[in-house]
């Protein structure tokens, strides 16, 4: 009989990870986030490795911690941002909806989190995400996204109005500039 529960609780759980949405490249996420309006900015990386390294990129992930706090969804939100059974909480949205394969309201949630408390709000962000750019300089290589860096996007933006003359013109004032400031501290130190 007890060989038989074993057998039973298996399946469940067997059951349970064949219906959980889980995306299983790094490019897959990037572009499900951007399809849902996530801007293609500088946290884009931050946010993608929260997701890797709270939940592991599964949508229904549901985390008891021994003090009895509950986590819930891609982002790991904490029970206080919503509420079981009901809409409410900081987020305004009920708890089991974080739980779903739909991420956009799990990811509204988690913009309105950062943007009142940061993304040192998560710990595992603080701990494992911090300083560590590998994921974000990995997601610009996925093949459907831009493939440039944050910081190239910005000199791009600042020379894109130029006419095409004026740019490489630009371009080659701006190496100089920098050779100039370059030699400037080299003889300071």
Known sequence: MWNAR??????ILIVNCVNCKRFETRCKL????????MPNDMFLGQWVCLIEKSSNRETRTFTVKPSGKR???????????????????GCNIACEDLLDDDI????AC??????LEGFKYWPQWTARCKNDYFITNEIYKCP??????????MISSETASLPRYKRSFHSRRKRFVYRQIYKVNALAV
Do not use: H
Request: with cysteine; aromatic share 10%.
């Open 104 to 107: 956009r309201d799990d990811t």
């Open 71 to 89: 986590f819930y969804g891609i982002y790991q939100i904490p029970q206080q941002w919503c509420r079981e059974n009901k809409r409410g909480g």
């Open 110 to 115: 988690a913009v309105q989190i950062a943007k």
């Open 144 to 153: 459907d996204l831009i493939r440039m860096s944050t910081k190239r996007k």
């Open 30 to 37: 990037v572009r499900e986030l951007l399809k849902i309006g």
């Open 6 to 11: 074993v057998v039973v609780f298996v399946l």
